[in-house]
Every structure is written in C-alpha cells, then in structure tokens.
C-alpha cells in the first residue's frame, strides 16, 4: 500500500510542471464558481493501478474534492468500465486532470503487463521481478504497479541489496574479491548478487559464496548447465532480454528468478480517460472554505 507522504512530492511536481502560472485554458472558459461531477472511465481492458494517486492529484489540487472509489487497484477492468467518480470544483477537475491520467495510465500499463506475464509463468516456482530501469522520479510507483499486477521488485536502489556486475568485478580484481571486500563491508542481514555472463564465472560465484547469482543474457544450453552446477547452493536468477518463451524455458529448468527491465522501462500506457458528467453553480464562493 502506498503512503500519501511517499509520492506527494511526485505529484507536486508533476502539478508544478503542468499547470506552471497557471491554467490558462479552463480559468478563461470556467466559473471559478462551477461544481462538477466527472468520470475515470477505462478505455480497453487491462489491470488497474494507481487509483489513490490519482485521487490525491485532484485532492492536492483542491482539498474540496471528493473521489469515490468504484473498483480496487489489481482489478481486472474492462473497456467503459469506471474506475473513479470525482466531484468538485470544474475548474480543480480540469486542472489536475491529465496529470492524474498520466499516472494512472503510466502505473496500470506496467500492472497489465506484469499480470500477463505472471499469469504465463502460473505453475513454476519462478518468480517475476522488476529492476531499477524505471523512470526517474517515479520508482516508487512503477514498483507498486509491479506489484499489483503480481509481480515482486528486486532491490529498490544501490542501498537495499548488494548486486556486484560486470564492472565491479573488473574494478575489484575479480569476482572473489568483490564478494569478500562486499562481505567486510555490509551487515549479515544483506544479500550479495553477483551477476555472471559465462559458466567459469558461475563456479567464481559459487566458490566465492554468493547468495544470488543473475546469469545475464545466456542462451538456454548455459542455463541448464549453470542450474546443474549450482544444485541449490545459491538463489539464481535469469536476465538480459527475457521475453515470454525464454522465461518459461527457464522456469521449466528450475531457475527461482526471472528480472524483465521491460515491465517498466518500455511499457504500453493503459488507455483511461474522463469525462465531466454533470455541472451547476455552487453555493460557495471561488476559493472560500466550507
């Protein structure tokens, strides 16, 4: 679940670059005065997220708005279905609305495409991660649409997980000596990854200790026989270019990851729009508080 105080700087800024000095448009051709009712409605199927975000985009905006709920994030929503119903000031709906769709649509676009490919991986023990090629600023939420759509997340950022790769080793002298200067320097609690591209650089892994070892871009002979070397001595994980066929050849082997940077870094948006419904004079005046 996410917390308001987490994304509200995401949202402000988006605000801040929308609207700038203001709302040009809808401050010409609105009463300030206009009391409205609108829709979020979904405009193809797909698996909702980022309904609350979307919600405090418009709140944020305008404390007097009111959003009522009318499906959960992680819900499977079909095409017309409505997904939020918002009431307030016209002139604060308008405003804030692109803003609350470019999320909304952003973070359900990632959510479907993780379920999709969730789904195809039903009945493996394999897991679904993401990784940290998300947009920046916004890693926050493109990692809970993940997790939506069923997926897990992988380390958040370069301080939750030691993940050693191709340069480190080249950095460190090799992959026994990041694993052992990794291991002085982190706690017990922290995992070491190491990524290899060739079966010598699994057995290095291996002898060298480390707990999670990714095998980057091999081609499915590699994997089954790294799976074979490791017998279970290490958590490993598959990545480079996963696409469906080859994450299921990989689950078939007994692999306990798979990482697709394609869940976040080149997703399809999910196409969701509004509509105002209804409008009337309000009795309050612009700006004054109920």
């Not at 958040?156 to 030691?162: E, R, S, T």
């Not at 080149?266 to 509509?275: E, P, R, T, W």
Request: overall charge negative.
């Amino acid at each position: 679940m996410l917390q308001r105080f987490l994304v509200e700087d995401i949202i402000k800024r988006a605000l801040q670059e929308d609207l700038a000095w203001g709302d040009v448009t809808t401050e010409a051709t609105v009463d300030p005065d206009l009391l409205g009712t609108a829709y979020i409605y979904a405009k193809q199927e797909g698996v909702v997220a980022g309904l609350q975000v979307a919600a405090w985009t418009f709140q944020m905006l305008e404390p007097r708005v009111l959003v009522d709920f009318l499906c959960r994030d992680g819900e499977l929503v079909t095409y017309g279905q409505r997904l939020l119903k918002i009431e307030g000031p016209v002139r604060a709906i308008l405003s804030a609305e692109r803003v609350a769709l470019n999320l909304l649509q952003r973070m359900s676009g990632i959510a479907t495409q993780t379920r999709r490919l969730v789904e195809a991986l039903a009945g493996y023990k394999i897991k679904l991660v993401d990784t940290r090629k998300t947009t920046p600023g916004l890693r926050i939420l493109e990692k809970y649409a993940v997790r939506v759509g069923g997926g897990a997340n992988h380390r958040f950022g370069l301080a939750d997980c030691v993940l050693i790769k191709d340069n480190h080793i080249k950095a460190a002298g090799g992959i026994k000596a990041a694993v052992n200067k990794a291991r002085q320097r982190v706690g017990h609690t922290m995992k070491i990854e190491v990524e290899v591209e060739n079966l010598t650089q699994v057995q290095e892994a291996l002898q060298a200790g480390a707990d999670i070892i990714m095998l980057d871009n091999m081609n499915i002979n590699t994997i089954t026989e790294a799976v074979a070397l490791a017998k279970g001595k290490a958590i490993l994980e598959v990545s480079g270019g996963m696409d469906l066929e080859k994450a299921r050849q990989a689950a078939e082997l007994g692999v306990d990851l798979v990482s697709v940077g394609s869940l976040t870094h080149s997703v399809k948006a999910m196409d969701i729009s509004l509509d105002l419904f209804t409008s009337k004079i309000s009795t309050f005046t612009a700006g004054e508080e109920d």
